[in-house]
């Protein structure tokens, strides 16, 4: 009696179970690095969260990686050569000594590409990722520790300080011109 009442109970209850991994809807969405960056990209969603294909995240970020057969996705970021190991068929991924559990639902592998879920992603590069679904987006919010972002910024600086130095040369021609 004591049982049946328990379980009728627990019945009751909302679920808390993670979605299943055939529950993952195919979409299009705007792969966004801030504003520096963005490609269009098919990903999944799964309930609220999007599963982005984390090959064309790196791309966009200026990463090199490798997918294997086995769809074990390895890349090395820098500065600090910080490694980066996704395998689509274990629970948790790594990042340097950075370790993020992923839920069978909230990752994927798939003709050669590996899909893994946006928050997920976020938390094990330590980035701020915005799914918005009425947009269709997943916007890296601040971009600056990537790759290409940091690329970025050495050449602005470098078009500042040649700016600065043609200025400077500049105006020594004009002194010994006596302009």
Do not use: C, N
Request: glycine share 8%; proline share 5%.
């Amino acid at each position: 009696m004591m049982t049946r009442l328990l379980l009728l109970l627990l019945a009751q209850q909302p679920v808390l179970a993670q979605q299943p991994a055939d529950s993952a809807e195919p979409v299009v969405v705007e792969l966004r690095l801030g504003r520096i960056a963005s490609r269009t990209v098919a990903a999944y969603r799964v309930g609220s969260e999007a599963l982005v294909p984390l090959g064309q995240f790196l791309e966009l970020s200026e990463v090199k990686f490798e997918v294997s057969a086995r769809g074990v996705l390895e890349a090395t970021l820098e500065p600090g050569r910080m490694r980066l190991v996704v395998d689509a068929a274990l629970d948790t991924v790594a990042f340097g000594l950075r370790r993020v559990r992923l839920e069978p639902g909230f990752r994927r592998a798939e003709d050669g590409e590996v899909y893994v879920g946006a928050e997920r992603l976020g938390d094990l590069l330590g980035l701020q990722l915005h799914v918005d679904w009425a947009e269709l987006t997943v916007t890296v919010m601040d971009p600056s520790p990537l790759p290409v972002a940091r690329r970025l910024y050495r050449e602005s600086a470098r078009r500042a300080f040649l700016r600065r130095g043609d200025a400077a040369g500049a105006g020594k021609w004009r002194a010994a011109l006596g302009r």
